[in-house]
């Protein structure tokens, strides 16, 4: 078994003579807290779309626990034990918080949800993980509330908590705390160091003070190239990364 | 939706209301004819339902299913001899055969162009039925289609002539297709299907390969409606080319969606007023469809959730009421 959960080598995405990506060599180690951050434009988010199957690269690939799924679609990463959370909240709005956990827990069947013929509640296993991770997200007493009728923060923390269903190895977070406010943060920061103990978690951030006391690696990305990667002290410090955050580049 | 609540069976609740309503309508109604249309419709709205109410797909469709049923159950029995189980069965291998092939290629695209392909797709299959009047007797539709006796292991249980012994077969099929469809929704494919129409993106990202999802609940949806186009073939003794016609398509949805979508009950109600509103002003007047835009356009603006949403409110807001009227009757007694 490989120290690398996930590696891609020289992956590159192209718009036309545009490239979002240039050539990516990212390596995350198992049993970390990874972190990918850089300004507006960097490419994170094309990183972030290539590795959860959402944009094909152009070029390069990409391997998972030493398996090749660069050409792999979206969906079927599940399977393999990667899993996602959005940006944007994407929930089943108007169906209850267990049931959006439930299905999201139904999902690692894959093909196997085609089943019509006996009762979502027959086969429990689904309904206990969907316990296990309101628990474990402290939305409980909210079980029974439509997705859509809770709280922003509360849905931020649903949207982590749907990625967790499917009891992925790798949690891949896109900008998780994306739209919250001050006081729904330190909720935030905890539960993902809590995941950071038993996921590999590989996420893209912009609150600077998250992503100093919970990384254990940082990547910084500029211009769709990796600019430096390191511990958060040795990332803190650097020059040139003060400079791609001040828009000094070329100079 | 309380999911942690042991789940009421599917043989209770909505499934004894819909045995209430087939008991009583031959009872009510004028004729036991017109309850059997009313149940074939609802069969095709049930079948609508489960595209568009749970899966969320507006499918123009349908009349392909229906009308080919018609056909291959005529067919089957006319020049293959086939009795009545076995051209019901044909007819939905039909069904969702040709539900199979409209799904596989219109679920490639979504939203309009979904839309649109099913569109034309029936306009392909009316002109190909209008085309090949050998098969189908083109515009005069295809004549003498038999009824046969329904006969189970070779004993004849009924010959299913007066309209009253046809009515309880429809009924009995009504019933078991009913349950079954219940089956479905209250399955893991049910319940993906709700989470595509819920936001497919997510139910992608969670795992769910959404055409393989979609593509089953067209052909159950084909199979469904299928049988209810060869029912409706063996009691008017007769396939019209309107079976496979556009306008069919339209009325299927207009029935599911006055109704209710995304509840079965609606179905039934939805085909049940449309067919007798039919029967009723269609002799008196032949221009009653205008008063179906009418009601289609009121219920679409204030009944969101079709006529049995509108009773499901009533219904909710009378116990609400009634257990409001308990609690101040104790509260008076305490106080004496």
């Known amino acids: ?251 | 939706m309380n999911t942690s609540k042991k789940q009421a069976s599917i043989f209770s609740g909505v499934t004894l209301a819909a045995l209430a309503a087939v008991v009583l309508m031959p009872l009510l109604l004028p004729s036991a004819t017109l309850a059997t249309e009313i149940l074939i419709f609802a069969l095709a709205a049930l079948g609508c339902n489960l595209l568009l109410g749970y899966t969320g797909l507006l499918s123009f469709g349908q009349a392909i299913f229906f009308g080919g049923g018609a056909y291959v159950a005529s067919l089957t029995m006319i020049h293959l001899g086939f009795g009545l189980l076995g051209a019901l069965f044909a007819a939905m291998i039909a069904g969702a055969a040709l539900a199979a092939l409209v799904g596989l290629l219109a679920i490639r695209r979504t939203g309009i162009y979904f839309v649109m392909l099913t569109l034309a797709f029936t306009q392909m299959a009316y002109f190909l039925a209008y085309t090949l009047s050998d098969w189908t007797g083109g515009d005069n539709g295809l004549l003498d289609v038999p009824r046969p006796p329904l006969t189970l292991f070779g004993f004849e249980i009924s010959d299913l002539t007066s309209s009253y012994a046809f009515y309880t077969f429809v009924a009995v099929m009504f019933m078991l297709i009913f349950v079954f469809a219940r089956r479905v929704i209250h399955s893991p494919f049910g319940t993906t299907l709700v989470a595509i129409r819920e936001n497919e993106g997510r139910a992608s990202a969670v795992g769910f390969s959404t055409n393989h999802f979609k593509l089953l609940a067209f052909v159950i949806s084909g199979g469904i409606t299928g049988i209810a186009g060869a029912l409706y073939a063996m009691l008017l003794n007769f396939a019209p080319l309107s079976n496979i016609e556009l306008l069919m398509s339209e009325n299927i949805l207009i029935m599911t969606i006055i109704g209710g979508t995304g509840s079965l009950l609606g179905s039934l109600l939805g085909a049940g007023s449309i067919v007798m509103l039919g029967d009723l002003l269609s002799s008196v007047w032949p221009r009653w469809m205008i008063i179906l835009g009418i009601a289609l356009i009121a219920v679409v603006l204030f009944m969101p959730s079709g006529l049995w949403g509108g009773v499901e409110s009533l219904i909710k807001r009378w116990k609400e009421r009634r257990s409001g009227a308990s609690e101040k009757a104790a509260k008076e007694a305490e106080a004496k």
Not at chain 1, 26 to 51: D, E, Q
Not at chain 1, 132 to 145: Q, S
């Open chain 1, 1 to 251: 078994m490989s120290d690398y959960i996930l590696e891609t080598e020289q992956l590159g995405l192209r718009y036309g003579a545009f490239a979002a990506l240039g050539s990516v060599d990212l390596k995350i180690r198992r049993g970390t807290i990874h972190t990918v951050i850089g300004p507006n434009g960097a490419g994170k988010t094309t990183l972030f779309h290539c590795l959860t199957g959402e944009r094909r690269p152009s070029s390069g690939k990409i391997r998972f626990d030493g398996k090749d799924l660069t050409r792999q679609p979206a969906h079927k990463r599940v399977s393999s034990g990667m899993s996602r959370s959005f940006q944007i909240t994407s929930l089943f709005q108007n169906l209850s918080v267990r049931e959006n956990l439930r299905l999201a827990a139904q999902g690692r069947d894959g093909l196997g949800a085609l089943a019509f013929w006996y009762s979502d509640t027959h086969r429990s296993k689904h309904l206990e993980k969907a316990d296990e991770v309101l628990d474990r997200i402290k939305l409980t007493h909210l079980a029974n509330t439509d997705a859509g009728d809770l709280s922003h923060g509360q849905q931020r923390v649903l949207e982590v908590g749907m990625s967790l269903c499917s009891d992925p190895e790798l949690l891949l977070l896109d900008e998780p705390t994306s739209g919250m406010g001050v006081d729904d943060i330190p909720v935030m920061t905890k539960l993902i160091s809590e995941l950071g103990k038993d996921h590999t978690v590989m996420l893209i951030e912009h609150n600077m003070k998250l992503v100093m006391s919970i990384s254990d690696r940082i990547t910084v990305m500029h211009q769709g190239n990796i600019l430096i990667e390191g511990e958060p002290e040795e990332v803190r410090g650097d020059e040139r990364v003060k400079k791609a955050y001040l828009g000094e580049s070329g100079s």
